[in-house]
Nanobody, 132 residues
Framework: QVHLVESGGDSVQAGGSLRLTCVISGDSYVNNCMGWFRQTPGKEREGVAVILSGGGSPVYADSVKGRFTISQDNAKNTLSLEMDSLLPEDTAMYYC?????????????????????????WGQGTQVTVSS
């Protein structure tokens, strides 16, 4: 079992910045993909930024490239999302997730999926609201 707790969501004006943090506890898995997803009412959950645990190239949704940065701190078991130049369309509930399976080997340039399907464990979410 993996337990994920997100924090950092808030209400900000367009152009502002926020930093979301996800604390990961419980079982650990090697070579796992982890990332941030978001969802608005009536829409499917979408991948925002994902990364391979222990390093690797992050993958970003086109809508956030150049504005969002995903990072991980293995010593603190945290996953963060730095969000700059926020837009009203970034308003959503943001979730962190991990695959939750042991993968014996992955190349460091492995591209994690931004679809929700591979991710087994999810946090409860943190709300981000951006006003114009």
């Amino acid at each position: 079992q993996v337990h994920l707790v997100e924090s950092g969501g808030d209400s900000v004006q367009a152009g502002g910045s926020l930093r979301l943090t996800c604390v990961i506890s419980g079982d650990s898995y090697v070579n796992n993909c982890m990332g941030w997803f978001r969802q608005t009412p009536g829409k499917e959950r979408e991948g925002v930024a994902v990364i391979l645990s222990g390093g690797g190239s992050p993958v970003y949704a086109d809508s956030v490239k150049g504005r969002f940065t995903i990072s991980q701190d293995n010593a603190k078991n945290t996953l963060s999302l730095e969000m700059d130049s926020l837009l009203p369309e970034d308003t959503a509930m943001y979730y962190c997730a991990v695959e939750g399976v042991n993968i014996p080997f992955r190349y460091t340039d492995y591209r994690c999926h931004t679809s929700t399907t591979p991710y087994k464990y999810w946090g409860q979410g943190t709300q981000v609201t951006v006003s114009s």
